[in-house]
């Protein structure tokens, strides 16, 4: 029977959730026989990144990123990640920042399959098609 | 300076000022593959099923819709040009289903199957939208056929009548007039207070911009809309044509309008969701079609139907076309859609070529639920003609052994044949009901059995220009009454011996006994 990624994934979360330290490199290694065994291997990496995605959500984790023209202040990162909390239930939140001067401003927060467009450059393009149309 | 000038400033200003910077949050997916009007998309949790998909691709924006929800993909057909979109480009949602704009306003114009006007007169003006996947009106909300659809065909609506709210196929081999009955059709309807949508599935555009303009000619455009689909645009188009065209005829049903619908046709419909099924790796199975072929076609045919007074007493009269390759009606899709409907018009090859036309073989043609509504004084003549066409048919193929036959057959075989001779119509000349009555009252009262056959043609355009200058009198009596009682009757009679006393073709009268 073939498994999914997301199966193998979900099952190696489950197997190692609970489990002291010492125990987890014999699962890893059970694991990745089972892979060898049913012919899954090539599998690895996209087991790899939902196992990841899974940890964290499990552990009110999220990876997120976010897009300004310029970097912004402690100040301002703490409303934004206060925001972000109120609309998932993460309690820690990863930021990767990175600056992109054609955002015009505002900013450009993404997580998961989720996209929050705040930036000028979208706003205008909105108001462009507004008075075009 | 211009009040205009003033005014289209004064109106920028108010937008810009009005304009709302919004923040909102949006799901987002990436393309995963591209293939020939089909992409794979990761991402998008909450898509919905057919619902409305935006690729953002190059500064333009493209749509797709949602068809397969997968465990951690999603399969779309895009619709429009897929060639722009590349692998990793952004697909948004926007939380809206398939719809098409309907309205009176449509009514003239040649639409695609998202219902943008592909005839070059301008924007549609449409204020109401319509989802283009809804479930048919259930079984509380019908009511069982009971007016008639007037083809002008002769040959159909005296033996396979056709009703408002009916599903009638019109099924044949390529190139033997399946759209001229539809054509016909939509043209008969002038006045009878009938909306006519004639969806193209995979059609030349040319024989399109023909149909097009022979209905503009004979003024049928005054109630018509073509949705086309054509050959050259991508198999998503094909597929989502026929269900836009039946949203476009709620809208009339849910006025309380009568409808008819014509998709030309269904075959190369089922093509087009073969191709989508097997390019977004459905299993194929019998011909290659998906499973659920047969739910294709039966959910949009389920969509015609006869409403009862309390939902509006409106209807939509669906007549699919199926061609069908060398005759072989057996094969999966004519089957199944012979099943789903009410009744089919078969064309024969074999009768086309021998100058019978339209060529509808009367044997094998039925309407199921036709007759309840079929008009008193058609009811009436047309009892009788199927049993003597069958009766002639098995005659015919019988006599061709011998010539020496007694006169009861011979005096079948030569109604026959004259019956045969009425059932023969010109192309894009539809006729009356009251000239159907008449002229096949006058078969089977014998009134004809003194004309010869080569000259019957002849003789019924004689008395139908008889019969439009004879006044009101007649009109009336087959009209008004639509019981075709004695008086009718005698006026009929009337009219036609003293159309004949005129003639010089008239054979003797008993010669042959």
């Known amino acids: 029977m073939k498994h999914s990624v997301k199966q193998y994934a979900l099952a190696l979360y489950e197997a190692t959730v609970d489990k002291k330290q010492k125990a987890i490199p014999d699962l890893v290694k059970n694991f990745l026989n089972l892979l060898i065994k049913n012919n899954d291997l090539a599998k690895i990496n996209e087991i790899i990144i939902i196992f990841t995605n899974i940890w964290q959500e499990a552990n009110g984790q999220l990876s997120a990123q976010l897009i300004t023209k310029q970097p912004v202040t402690a100040e301002v990162l703490k409303n934004i990640t206060a925001y972000v909390k109120t609309q998932t239930d993460c309690q820690n939140i990863d930021w990767q920042q990175s600056t992109d001067p054609t955002i015009l401003g505002g900013l450009l927060i993404k997580y998961r399959d989720q996209v929050i467009d705040g930036t000028i450059k979208s706003n205008l393009l909105r108001l462009k098609d507004k008075l075009v149309n | ?221 005054d109630y018509t809309t073509i949705v086309l689909a054509g050959a050259s645009d991508p198999a998503s188009m094909l597929y989502l044509a026929p269900y836009a065209g039946c949203a ?5 049903l849910d006025q309380g309008e009568d409808v008819l619908i014509i998709y030309d046709d269904l075959s190369k419909h089922a093509n087009s969701y073969r191709e989508i099924s097997l390019l977004l790796r459905r299993a194929p199975g019998r011909e290659a079609y998906p499973g659920d072929v047969f739910y294709l076609h039966s959910r949009l045919l389920e969509r015609a139907c006869k409403l009862n007074a309390e939902y509006g007493g409106g209807s939509i009269t669906a007549l699919p076309i199926i061609e069908t390759q060398a005759g072989d009606v057996s094969a999966y899709i004519p089957t199944n859609v012979i099943s789903i409907t009410d009744g ?44 003597e066409a069958a009766q002639f048919r098995e005659l015919a193929a019988f006599a061709q052994f011998g010539s020496d036959l007694d006169v009861d057959t011979r005096r079948k075989l030569e109604r026959g044949k004259r019956l045969f001779e009425i059932f023969k119509q010109d192309q894009y000349n539809p006729i009356a009901v009251d000239k159907q009555v008449i002229i096949f009252f006058a078969l089977i009262n014998g009134l004809l059995d003194n004309i010869p056959v080569d000259k019957v043609g002849q003789f019924e355009t004689g008395l139908y220009q008889n019969y439009e200058a004879s006044g009101d009198k007649v009109k009336q009596a087959i009209n008004k009454i639509s019981v075709l009682d004695a008086t009718a009757e005698k006026a009929i009679t009337n009219l036609i011996n003293d159309y004949k006393t005129g003639l010089d073709y008239l054979l003797e009268d008993k010669a042959e006994d």
């Open chain 2, 344 to 387: 089919q018009i078969y064309l024969e090859p074999d009768l086309f070529y021998q100058g019978q036309r339209p060529a509808v073989n009367a044997g094998l043609s039925v309407s199921r639920v036709g007759s309840d509504a079929q008009i008193k004084a058609m009811k009436k003549v047309a009892g009788k003609l199927r049993l």
């Open chain 2, 1 to 221: 300076m211009s009040n205009t000038k003033d005014f289209i400033v004064e109106q920028i200003k108010q937008q810009i000022t009005d304009f709302q910077t919004t923040f909102k949050k949006q799901t987002v997916g990436r393309v995963l593959k591209v293939t020939d009007g089909i992409a794979l998309v990761s991402g998008l949790s909450d898509a919905m099923m057919s619902e409305i998909l935006e690729f953002q691709a190059d500064g333009q924006t493209v749509t797709g819709v949602a068809l397969n929800l997968e465990e951690n993909t999603i399969g779309v057909i895009i619709l429009g040009d897929y060639t722009i979109i590349k692998e990793g480009q952004e697909v948004k949602t926007t939380g809206r289903i398939l719809e098409v704009p309907v309205g009176p306003e449509i009514i003239g114009r040649v639409l695609d199957a998202l219902g943008k006007p592909v005839d070059g007169q301008g924007a549609l003006q449409t204020k109401q939208y319509y989802p283009i996947e809804k479930i048919a009106p259930g079984v509380i909300t019908r009511q069982s056929v009971n007016q008639p659809v007037q083809t002008g065909i002769k040959a159909i609506d005296s033996m396979i009548p056709v009703g408002r709210g009916q599903r009638e196929l019109i099924i044949g081999d390529r190139q033997i007039g399946k759209t001229a009955i539809a054509i016909d059709t939509i043209i008969n309807q002038k006045g009878q207070n009938m909306k006519c949508i004639y969806v193209a599935i995979g059609q030349k555009e040319s024989k399109i911009a023909n149909i097009t303009a022979k209905l503009t000619a004979a003024g049928a455009m």
């Open chain 2, 248 to 252: 476009m005829a709620e809208y009339f």
